[in-house]
Protein backbone atom coordinates (compact mmCIF):
# COMPACT_ATOMS: atom_id res chain seq x y z
CA UNK A 1 0.00 0.00 0.00
CA UNK A 2 2.94 2.32 0.46
CA UNK A 3 4.36 2.18 -2.55
CA UNK A 4 0.88 2.17 -4.39
CA UNK A 5 0.24 5.50 -2.33
CA UNK A 6 3.48 7.37 -3.25
CA UNK A 7 3.34 6.32 -6.75
CA UNK A 8 -0.60 7.92 -6.55
CA UNK A 9 0.38 11.31 -5.01
CA UNK A 10 3.32 11.14 -7.29
CA UNK A 11 5.99 11.47 -4.48
CA UNK A 12 9.13 9.78 -3.96
CA UNK A 13 9.83 11.88 -0.61
CA UNK A 14 7.59 10.61 2.40
CA UNK A 15 8.76 7.33 4.11
CA UNK A 16 6.96 4.32 3.32
CA UNK A 17 6.17 4.60 7.25
CA UNK A 18 4.86 8.41 6.96
CA UNK A 19 2.66 6.90 3.85
CA UNK A 20 1.35 4.12 5.92
CA UNK A 21 0.59 6.93 8.74
CA UNK A 22 -1.42 9.25 6.10
CA UNK A 23 -3.39 5.94 5.35
CA UNK A 24 -4.50 5.07 9.22
CA UNK A 25 -5.77 8.59 9.45
CA UNK A 26 -6.49 10.29 6.53
CA UNK A 27 -7.40 13.11 8.32
CA UNK A 28 -3.56 13.51 8.82
CA UNK A 29 -3.24 15.23 5.49
CA UNK A 30 -4.61 18.06 7.00
CA UNK A 31 -5.87 20.87 4.21
CA UNK A 32 -4.65 18.16 1.24
CA UNK A 33 -7.85 17.75 0.05
CA UNK A 34 -6.79 15.89 -2.85
CA UNK A 35 -4.45 13.70 -0.77
CA UNK A 36 -7.13 12.92 1.67
CA UNK A 37 -9.44 11.54 -1.15
CA UNK A 38 -6.60 9.68 -2.64
CA UNK A 39 -5.77 7.99 0.37
CA UNK A 40 -9.51 7.06 1.14
CA UNK A 41 -9.63 5.84 -2.23
CA UNK A 42 -6.62 3.37 -1.09
CA UNK A 43 -7.24 2.05 2.08
CA UNK A 44 -9.81 -0.37 3.57
CA UNK A 45 -7.92 -2.84 3.23
CA UNK A 46 -4.21 -4.80 4.23
CA UNK A 47 -2.49 -4.59 7.01
CA UNK A 48 -2.26 -1.01 9.06
CA UNK A 49 -0.32 -0.15 11.97
CA UNK A 50 -3.28 -0.69 14.35
CA UNK A 51 -4.14 -4.37 12.77
CA UNK A 52 -0.50 -5.23 13.90
CA UNK A 53 -0.13 -3.57 17.32
CA UNK A 54 -3.55 -5.43 18.00
CA UNK A 55 -1.41 -9.05 17.41
CA UNK A 56 0.52 -10.74 20.25
CA UNK A 57 4.00 -10.96 19.84
CA UNK A 58 4.07 -14.58 19.11
CA UNK A 59 1.55 -13.92 16.35
CA UNK A 60 3.78 -10.97 14.46
CA UNK A 61 6.73 -13.42 14.83
CA UNK A 62 4.42 -16.60 13.32
CA UNK A 63 3.45 -14.75 10.36
CA UNK A 64 6.72 -13.51 9.62
CA UNK A 65 8.16 -17.10 9.51
CA UNK A 66 5.15 -18.05 7.29
CA UNK A 67 6.38 -15.61 5.02
CA UNK A 68 9.27 -16.97 5.02
CA UNK A 69 11.66 -14.52 6.92
CA UNK A 70 14.27 -16.61 8.83
CA UNK A 71 13.23 -14.69 12.26
CA UNK A 72 14.49 -15.37 15.79
CA UNK A 73 14.38 -12.73 18.28
CA UNK A 74 18.73 -12.62 18.55
CA UNK A 75 18.49 -12.01 15.22
CA UNK A 76 16.10 -9.41 15.15
CA UNK A 77 18.21 -7.73 18.00
CA UNK A 78 21.55 -7.70 16.25
CA UNK A 79 20.07 -6.57 13.13
CA UNK A 80 19.05 -3.35 14.80
CA UNK A 81 22.73 -2.83 16.24
CA UNK A 82 23.72 0.11 14.45
CA UNK A 83 20.32 1.19 13.16
CA UNK A 84 17.70 3.71 13.72
CA UNK A 85 14.77 2.96 11.20
CA UNK A 86 13.09 -0.14 12.26
CA UNK A 87 11.56 -0.10 9.02
CA UNK A 88 14.59 -0.68 7.07
CA UNK A 89 14.84 -4.33 8.53
CA UNK A 90 11.41 -4.94 7.46
CA UNK A 91 12.56 -3.86 3.76
CA UNK A 92 15.61 -6.46 4.27
CA UNK A 93 13.26 -9.26 5.38
CA UNK A 94 10.56 -8.29 2.22
CA UNK A 95 13.70 -8.92 0.11
CA UNK A 96 15.22 -11.90 1.56
CA UNK A 97 12.25 -13.70 2.01
CA UNK A 98 11.66 -17.58 0.88
CA UNK A 99 8.53 -18.34 0.66
CA UNK A 100 7.10 -15.99 -2.48
CA UNK A 101 3.93 -17.77 -2.91
CA UNK A 102 1.05 -15.60 -3.31
CA UNK A 103 1.66 -11.63 -2.59
CA UNK A 104 1.75 -10.77 0.59
CA UNK A 105 0.87 -7.47 1.17
CA UNK A 106 4.44 -5.58 1.63
CA UNK A 107 3.51 -3.29 4.04
CA UNK A 108 3.37 -6.09 6.89
CA UNK A 109 7.16 -6.78 6.81
CA UNK A 110 7.96 -2.68 8.09
CA UNK A 111 4.74 -2.60 10.20
CA UNK A 112 5.95 -5.75 11.98
CA UNK A 113 9.31 -4.53 12.39
CA UNK A 114 8.38 -1.26 13.95
CA UNK A 115 6.28 -3.18 16.60
CA UNK A 116 8.96 -5.49 17.53
CA UNK A 117 11.57 -2.65 18.13
CA UNK A 118 8.61 -0.99 20.52
CA UNK A 119 8.66 -4.62 22.24
CA UNK A 120 11.94 -5.38 22.41
CA UNK A 121 14.23 -2.04 21.93
CA UNK A 122 11.47 0.44 23.91
CA UNK A 123 14.66 1.67 25.68
CA UNK A 124 16.40 2.59 22.12
CA UNK A 125 14.00 4.39 20.21
CA UNK A 126 13.50 3.97 16.42
CA UNK A 127 13.28 7.22 14.06
CA UNK A 128 9.34 5.46 13.64
CA UNK A 129 8.69 5.80 17.51
CA UNK A 130 10.05 9.29 17.44
CA UNK A 131 8.04 10.49 14.84
CA UNK A 132 4.92 9.13 16.69
CA UNK A 133 6.30 10.69 19.80
CA UNK A 134 6.60 14.08 17.75
CA UNK A 135 2.57 12.94 16.43
CA UNK A 136 1.38 12.46 19.75
CA UNK A 137 2.74 16.16 21.20
CA UNK A 138 1.37 17.82 18.14
CA UNK A 139 -1.80 16.40 19.51
CA UNK A 140 -1.27 17.39 22.84
CA UNK A 141 -0.48 21.36 21.65
CA UNK A 142 -4.13 20.93 19.87
CA UNK A 143 -5.59 20.54 23.08
CA UNK A 144 -3.42 23.30 24.79
CA UNK A 145 -1.55 20.73 26.95
CA UNK A 146 1.91 22.27 26.45
CA UNK A 147 3.18 20.69 29.74
CA UNK A 148 2.40 17.10 28.31
CA UNK A 149 3.76 18.03 24.64
CA UNK A 150 7.04 18.92 26.56
CA UNK A 151 7.59 16.47 28.34
CA UNK A 152 7.49 14.00 25.68
CA UNK A 153 9.39 16.43 23.03
CA UNK A 154 12.04 17.14 25.39
CA UNK A 155 12.26 13.19 25.64
CA UNK A 156 13.01 13.13 21.45
CA UNK A 157 15.17 15.86 21.57
CA UNK A 158 17.16 13.75 24.05
CA UNK A 159 17.31 10.55 21.80
CA UNK A 160 17.93 12.90 18.57
CA UNK A 161 20.59 14.92 20.07
CA UNK A 162 23.04 12.60 20.40
CA UNK A 163 22.64 11.65 16.83
CA UNK A 164 23.92 14.54 15.04
CA UNK A 165 27.42 14.89 14.27
CA UNK A 166 29.43 17.83 15.20
CA UNK A 167 29.52 18.77 11.17
CA UNK A 168 25.57 18.88 11.63
CA UNK A 169 25.84 22.78 12.07
CA UNK A 170 23.15 23.93 9.56
CA UNK A 171 19.30 21.98 10.16
CA UNK A 172 18.91 20.53 6.51
CA UNK A 173 21.89 18.64 7.51
CA UNK A 174 20.00 16.29 10.08
CA UNK A 175 17.64 14.97 7.18
CA UNK A 176 19.37 11.58 7.38
CA UNK A 177 19.12 11.19 10.92
CA UNK A 178 15.36 12.65 10.87
CA UNK A 179 13.07 13.23 8.00
CA UNK A 180 9.65 11.83 8.77
CA UNK A 181 6.11 13.34 9.13
CA UNK A 182 7.26 16.00 10.66
CA UNK A 183 9.70 18.64 9.47
CA UNK A 184 12.45 18.74 12.01
CA UNK A 185 12.88 22.48 11.23
CA UNK A 186 9.95 23.51 12.16
CA UNK A 187 9.03 21.21 14.98
CA UNK A 188 12.49 22.26 16.62
CA UNK A 189 10.88 26.04 16.94
CA UNK A 190 7.20 24.46 17.69
CA UNK A 191 9.26 22.54 20.76
CA UNK A 192 11.00 26.59 21.80
CA UNK A 193 7.59 27.89 21.42
CA UNK A 194 5.66 25.25 23.70
CA UNK A 195 8.17 25.26 26.45
CA UNK A 196 7.84 28.63 26.43
CA UNK A 197 4.01 28.11 27.00
CA UNK A 198 4.44 25.61 29.61
CA UNK A 199 6.92 27.79 31.72
CA UNK A 200 4.06 30.61 32.20
CA UNK A 201 3.05 27.93 34.77
CA UNK A 202 5.94 25.95 35.83
CA UNK A 203 9.43 26.92 36.07
CA UNK A 204 10.62 23.16 35.40
CA UNK A 205 9.87 24.23 31.92
CA UNK A 206 12.14 27.06 31.85
CA UNK A 207 15.09 25.34 32.97
CA UNK A 208 14.49 22.51 30.23
CA UNK A 209 14.02 25.45 27.71
CA UNK A 210 17.15 27.36 28.82
CA UNK A 211 18.89 24.12 28.39
CA UNK A 212 17.27 22.96 25.11
CA UNK A 213 18.20 26.32 23.52
CA UNK A 214 21.51 25.82 24.61
CA UNK A 215 21.61 22.82 23.25
CA UNK A 216 20.08 23.84 20.00
CA UNK A 217 22.68 26.60 19.19
CA UNK A 218 25.71 24.93 20.11
CA UNK A 219 24.75 22.21 17.86
CA UNK A 220 23.74 24.26 14.84
CA UNK A 221 26.29 27.26 15.36
CA UNK A 222 25.89 28.07 11.64
CA UNK A 223 22.02 28.46 11.30
CA UNK A 224 20.42 31.26 9.71
CA UNK A 225 20.88 34.35 11.78
CA UNK A 226 17.45 34.78 11.99
CA UNK A 227 16.93 31.39 13.78
CA UNK A 228 19.94 31.89 15.91
CA UNK A 229 18.44 35.14 16.94
CA UNK A 230 15.03 33.97 17.89
CA UNK A 231 16.89 31.15 20.03
CA UNK A 232 18.96 33.69 21.80
CA UNK A 233 16.24 35.61 22.54
CA UNK A 234 14.47 32.59 24.23
CA UNK A 235 17.13 31.70 26.01
CA UNK A 236 17.39 35.05 27.27
CA UNK A 237 13.61 34.74 27.88
CA UNK A 238 14.05 31.44 30.13
CA UNK A 239 16.76 33.12 32.04
CA UNK A 240 14.36 36.07 32.88
CA UNK A 241 11.75 33.60 33.78
CA UNK A 242 13.93 32.11 36.12
CA UNK A 243 15.25 34.91 37.76
CA UNK A 244 18.77 34.94 36.32
CA UNK A 245 19.38 38.34 35.54
CA UNK A 246 23.12 38.37 34.61
CA UNK A 247 22.55 35.15 32.15
CA UNK A 248 20.29 37.28 30.84
CA UNK A 249 22.10 39.79 30.26
CA UNK A 250 25.04 38.16 28.92
CA UNK A 251 22.96 36.42 26.59
CA UNK A 252 21.47 39.90 24.86
CA UNK A 253 24.85 40.91 24.60
CA UNK A 254 26.03 38.25 22.24
CA UNK A 255 23.31 39.70 20.23
CA UNK A 256 24.76 42.85 19.16
CA UNK A 257 28.60 40.89 19.40
CA UNK A 258 27.33 37.85 16.57
CA UNK A 259 24.80 40.15 14.61
CA UNK A 260 25.29 43.54 14.66
CA UNK A 261 23.63 44.39 11.49
CA UNK A 262 20.61 42.27 12.17
CA UNK A 263 17.38 44.33 12.87
CA UNK A 264 16.45 41.32 15.10
CA UNK A 265 18.64 41.75 17.40
CA UNK A 266 18.27 45.29 18.36
CA UNK A 267 14.43 44.88 18.36
CA UNK A 268 15.09 41.98 21.15
CA UNK A 269 16.76 44.34 23.17
CA UNK A 270 14.59 47.08 22.86
CA UNK A 271 12.00 44.53 24.20
CA UNK A 272 13.63 43.37 27.07
CA UNK A 273 14.42 47.06 28.21
CA UNK A 274 11.12 48.48 27.45
CA UNK A 275 9.65 45.43 29.25
CA UNK A 276 7.59 44.85 26.65
CA UNK A 277 6.56 41.49 27.59
CA UNK A 278 5.54 40.35 31.07
CA UNK A 279 8.00 37.27 31.24
CA UNK A 280 10.91 39.44 29.76
CA UNK A 281 11.39 41.68 32.95
CA UNK A 282 14.47 40.89 34.45
CA UNK A 283 16.74 43.78 33.41
CA UNK A 284 16.28 47.39 34.91
CA UNK A 285 13.10 49.14 32.86
CA UNK A 286 15.09 51.95 30.62
CA UNK A 287 12.62 53.14 27.66
CA UNK A 288 15.29 55.33 26.32
CA UNK A 289 17.63 52.91 25.99
CA UNK A 290 14.40 50.70 24.44
CA UNK A 291 14.29 53.64 21.80
CA UNK A 292 18.09 53.92 21.07
CA UNK A 293 17.97 50.60 20.12
CA UNK A 294 14.99 50.75 17.74
CA UNK A 295 16.07 53.93 16.49
CA UNK A 296 19.73 51.96 15.15
CA UNK A 297 17.82 49.44 13.83
CA UNK A 298 16.13 51.75 11.36
CA UNK A 299 19.40 52.55 10.21
CA UNK A 300 20.56 49.13 9.40
CA UNK A 301 21.20 48.28 5.69
CA UNK A 302 19.14 44.99 5.96
CA UNK A 303 15.96 46.60 7.33
CA UNK A 304 13.31 44.68 5.47
CA UNK A 305 9.49 45.99 5.11
CA UNK A 306 8.33 43.78 8.23
CA UNK A 307 11.43 44.56 9.88
CA UNK A 308 10.38 48.22 9.45
CA UNK A 309 6.75 47.71 10.35
CA UNK A 310 7.97 46.16 13.82
CA UNK A 311 10.34 48.90 14.60
CA UNK A 312 7.70 51.87 13.86
CA UNK A 313 4.95 49.83 16.06
CA UNK A 314 7.39 49.31 18.71
CA UNK A 315 8.76 52.95 19.04
CA UNK A 316 4.74 53.97 18.70
CA UNK A 317 4.00 52.08 21.55
CA UNK A 318 6.84 53.32 23.74
CA UNK A 319 5.51 56.82 22.83
CA UNK A 320 1.85 55.85 23.72
CA UNK A 321 3.23 54.48 27.24
CA UNK A 322 5.67 57.56 27.24
CA UNK A 323 2.42 60.29 27.17
CA UNK A 324 0.80 57.53 29.99
CA UNK A 325 2.81 58.17 32.37
CA UNK A 326 3.75 61.84 32.00
CA UNK A 327 1.83 63.91 35.21
CA UNK A 328 -1.54 65.80 33.96
CA UNK A 329 -1.32 69.73 32.87
Given at each position: MAA???????????????VVKFAEDPRSAGDNAPLRRRIEQI???????????????????????????????ERFVRAANGRTSAWSI????????????????EDFFGLA????????????PSVEMLDDRMQEGYTFVAQRRSAEACDIWWNVWTVLKPRFSPEMTVMAATDSVFSRMQSLFNWSQDFEL??????????????????????WLAQFRDEEAVLQVNFTRALASFYSRLGQTQECAATLDVLIEQWPD????????????????????????DCGRAESYLRHALTLPDLTTDDRRIVEERLTDLQQRARATQPPG
Open positions: LLNEQIGSNTLTPYTVGHGWTIARVAAMSTDAIETQLRACGVDYSRGEEWLARRTNRSGRPDACELWKRHLSDRELGNAALDDLRFAALGAEYCRQRPGAYIVLSDFRSHLFPGERVLPL
